[in-house]
Every structure is written in structure tokens, then in C-alpha cells.
């Protein structure tokens, strides 16, 4: 039987503070919990920001455009990780170090060797610590932020949670006077997508955004997150114990297989497929694209690239993996598959995606 797997994510303010000092009795104690834990038999992976942050410490540089931050992580990256390793030294913990950026988890292969190595580390006993590579990193490839990264980290390694450390409470509503923590989300509606920009605009909390966006991933892949404060007092082990700290997200549907996870979150599309509204309730009944069923194609992409399947209203309603490049489809739209012999000049597959390599929205239950 194999070990329950968490992610712990602790953001730049985790690390580094308000004022981008290193907070090293927090860190300390974070640290202690995730030897606790997996003494009590998870495997733990954590995903941690601030290099840039320390790399700012270490050498002062004029206005930070791409490059000269892209320096900074690669200075601040060797410190950040002597400060795990030194910590979980004093743990008798060893660590490695793990640098990703979108274009590992864009690919099957490379997001299988990702796995791979991965599940090595910890079945050797190794806690990774992973962060994105921004010292390689160009805007087409970056994740965005670690929050992303954490929830794609829990879906790859099938991890039952993601746990999202950071200076707030958890998601508070700023309707209420005060502030009314939310302990539970079962999906992210307009409504709880509203709290946050109330709270941004009242409160002042920055990065909720990039979280609760990280919590879509997260449930459409199966996997619960909390976020909650890294300093209350054994957080970790107690959003594990499933004590009410934080606020927890909780997928309502059945947990996906690794291939439609990878499918759901883990790759970016190349291109979007429009389709039309029948073929949008096949695709939803678990039929395949057809050719007829596509209105409209956008972007450049080849065979057994991965597509965003759109809706009339311009809703992505999944992702799949297409069976034609972009030139030969642009002659198949809108066509029957009677005609696509005639139109290819030889026997293709009837199915623009088989229902076989794409997912569904609904298939998640989100």
C-alpha cells in the first residue's frame, strides 16, 4: 500500500516576511511538523517560493526587468535551499532540490519522467523541495506563481491535498463585519470568485486571486487544498488531523485517473477548437469531437498536441488531444466524416479528438 502524499506550499511572505527577512523560528516550526508527519507515514513534498526574494538580498540591482530578476532567482535559489537543507539537517531530513518550469508538465513524456523522479525521491525517504526554474523561465513557459504549481505538483503525484501556507486566515468575507473566515468550498462559483475582490479592494490581502485560481486546478483534478496561516500554532498537522483551521476546498466529484489529470491541468493547449452546441452535449455525454462539431479553430498546433474544446459562449469545456495539424482540420470543419477522405486524399480518423484522450469538465464534478 502506498504512502498518503501532501503538498506543503509556502509562499515569499512565509519565507521571507513583510519586511524580506528570513523568518526563521516560523520556518523552524513548519519544519518540525513536516518531520512529525511523516513519522506519522505521509510523504511530503513541499513547494517553496522566495529565491528571487533572497537573491534581492544578496545583490542590489537597479529596476528589475525579466533578466536581472531571472539573476536574482538563480543567486537566490542556492540560498534557498541551504535553508531547507540546514533545517531539515537538524532533522536528520534529507532534501533535493527540484526546478520545473510549464514546459516539464506540457508534455506526457516529461510530466511522466517528472513523476518518475519524483516518486524516486520519496520512496528513497528524500522530501523534494520543488520551486519554478525563473531563472530559465520565459513568459510563454511560467507558471505564474507557486500557487499553480503547487496544485499541478499535487495532481501529478496523486497527493490527497494541497496545503497553501501564507499570512491570512484562510478566504474571508469582507461583507461581514468582521471579516467571516469560510471553512468550506465545494467550488468556485462567481459568488466565492466576488469574495476576492472584495477583499482585495477592502482588505488589502494580495494573492488570493492567484489562490483561489490555483484551487480550480486542485478540484478539477480531485484533490482538496486549505489554505491557511502558517503561523497558527501546528497548522499543518492540524489541517491534516482535519481540525477547522484555514479554509479547506473539497472536489465533490469522483478523483480523476493520472492521464485525465495530466489532461485536465497539467498541459497547456496549443489551440482551441470551437464547437458547436451538439457538439458540446456529446463531448459532455462522453462522446467524441467530430469534424461537423467544429465551428471555428484557433492557434497552430500537430497531431497529438493538446486542444481547449470551447463552447458556443466561449467557455472552455475541456481538453483533449487531436488527431489532425491545424491545416488539415481547418479543411475538416463543419465537414461530415463521409467527406474526409475526399477532402484529405487518404482514410483519416473520423474523430478530430477521441473520447479516449480528452476530458470533460463534467467528468470532475466541479
Not at 528589475?64 to 539573476?71: G, H
Not at 482538496?224 to 491534516?240: C, F, N, T
Not at 498541459?267 to 464547437?275: I, S, T
Not at 451538439?278 to 479553430?297: E, K, N, Q, Y
Amino acid at each position: 500500500m502506498s504512502s498518503r502524499r501532501v503538498v506543503v506550499k509556502c509562499g515569499t511572505a512565509v519565507m521571507l516576511g513583510s519586511e524580506g527577512k528570513l523568518q526563521g523560528a516560523l520556518l523552524m516550526s513548519l519544519a518540525r511538523q513536516i518531520r512529525e508527519l511523516r513519522d506519522l507515514g505521509w510523504e511530503v513534498v513541499v513547494v517553496s517560493s522566495g529565491a528571487v526574494g533572497m537573491g534581492r538580498s544578496l545583490l542590489k540591482t537597479g529596476q528589475e526587468n525579466l533578466r536581472e530578476k531571472q539573476a536574482l532567482a538563480a543567486l537566490g535559489q542556492v540560498e534557498l535551499m541551504n535553508v531547507w537543507r540546514r533545517l531539515f539537517d537538524l532533522l536528520d531530513v534529507q532534501v533535493a532540490q527540484v526546478l520545473l518550469t510549464r514546459e516539464d508538465l506540457r508534455a506526457r513524456e516529461r510530466y511522466l519522467n517528472a513523476r518518475h523522479t519524483l516518486v524516486t525521491l520519496l520512496s528513497a525517504g528524500v522530501m523534494p523541495v520543488i520551486n519554478e526554474n525563473d531563472s530559465v523561465a520565459v513568459t510563454e513557459i511560467r507558471f505564474g506563481d507557486n500557487d499553480i504549481l503547487s496544485c499541478l505538483v499535487g495532481a501529478l503525484l496523486d497527493a490527497e491535498m494541497v496545503i497553501n501556507l501564507t499570512q491570512a486566515p484562510g478566504l474571508l468575507d469582507f461583507s461581514e463585519d468582521p471579516p467571516r473566515r469560510l471553512p468550506l468550498v465545494q467550488a468556485i462559483t462567481p459568488d466565492i470568485m466576488g469574495l476576492v475582490r472584495s477583499e482585495t479592494s477592502r482588505g488589502g490581502t494580495g494573492g488570493m486571486l492567484s489562490k483561489l485560481e490555483a484551487a480550480k486546478v486542485a478540484l478539477e483534478c480531485g484533490t482538496s487544498m486549505v489554505i491557511a496561516k502558517a503561523q497558527e500554532p501546528d497548522v499543518i498537522l492540524r489541517v491534516v488531523q482535519g481540525d477547522d483551521v484555514g479554509t479547506r476546498f473539497v472536489p465533490g466529484g469522483r478523483r480523476l485517473s493520472s492521464r485525465k489529470r495530466w489532461l485536465a491541468a497539467g498541459g497547456a493547449p496549443r489551440g482551441k477548437l470551437h464547437l458547436d452546441a451538439g457538439a458540446i452535449r456529446a463531448l459532455l455525454a462522453g462522446g467524441s469531437v467530430l469534424p461537423v462539431g467544429i465551428h471555428s479553430i484557433e492557434g497552430e498546433f500537430g497531431i497529438g498536441d493538446l486542444v481547449s474544446l470551447i463552447d458556443p459562449d466561449g467557455v472552455e469545456k475541456g481538453r483533449g488531444l487531436v488527431n489532425y495539424p491545424t491545416h488539415e482540420l481547418q479543411k475538416l470543419k463543419g465537414q461530415p466524416s463521409s467527406r474526409l477522405e475526399e477532402l484529405l486524399g487518404y482514410r483519416g480518423h473520423p474523430e478530430a479528438v477521441h473520447r479516449d484522450h480528452l476530458y470533460a469538465r463534467a467528468e470532475g464534478g466541479n
